[in-house]
C-alpha cells in the first residue's frame, strides 16, 4: 500500500509538512523544531540525516545561485537600494523555504527508501 503512493503526493505532503507515510501527521512541533517521529503513524522521519542534510545544502545552493544569477543580470537604478532589496529577498527566502524545503527532503528520503527497499527484495 506504501509504494503505490506517488511521488508528487509524497512531494505534496512534504510541502504541506505532513508525514509522507500518512499524510496526517505533522512534521513540525513549532515553525523550526521538527518531531522525531510522526504523531500519527510513529514514522521515524531522521531515517539517515545526512540525506536530508545534503538536499538542504543543494537546495539552497540553488536558491543562492538563483539570487547571484538575478543579481548579474538586473541593474537597478539605485544600485546600493537594489543590492540590499535582493540581499532581503534572498535572506527571506532562503529561511521562510526551510520548512518546506526540509519537508520535501524527507518526502524523497522516504520515496528513496521505499524503492530501495523494493529492489532488494
Same mark, same amino acid.
Given at each position: ?6 511521488? *508528487? ?36 522521519? *531522521? ?7 545534503? *538536499? ?13 544569477l538575478?543579481?548579474?543580470t ?13 540581499? *532581503? ?14 519537508g ?12 530501495l ?5
Open positions: 500500500m506504501e509504494s503505490q503512493t506517488t511521488l *508528487f503526493t509524497l512531494l505534496w505532503r512534504g510541502v504541506k509538512k505532513r508525514c509522507p507515510r500518512c499524510g496526517k501527521g505533522q512534521l513540525y512541533q513549532n515553525w523550526y523544531r521538527l518531531h522525531k517521529n510522526c504523531p500519527k503513524c510513529h514514522y521515524l522521519f *531522521f531515517y539517515d540525516p545526512i540525506d536530508i542534510l545534503s *538536499f538542504m545544502y543543494m537546495s539552497t545552493a540553488l536558491l543562492t545561485g538563483l539570487f547571484i538575478v543579481m548579474f538586473l541593474t537597478p537604478a539605485n544600485l546600493v537600494l537594489g543590492r540590499v532589496l535582493l540581499g *532581503f529577498l534572498a535572506l527571506l527566502t532562503i529561511v521562510g523555504s526551510l520548512p518546506r524545503r526540509k520535501i527532503a524527507i518526502a524523497i528520503e522516504y520515496w528513496s527508501r521505499l524503492h527497499e523494493d529492489s532488494h527484495e
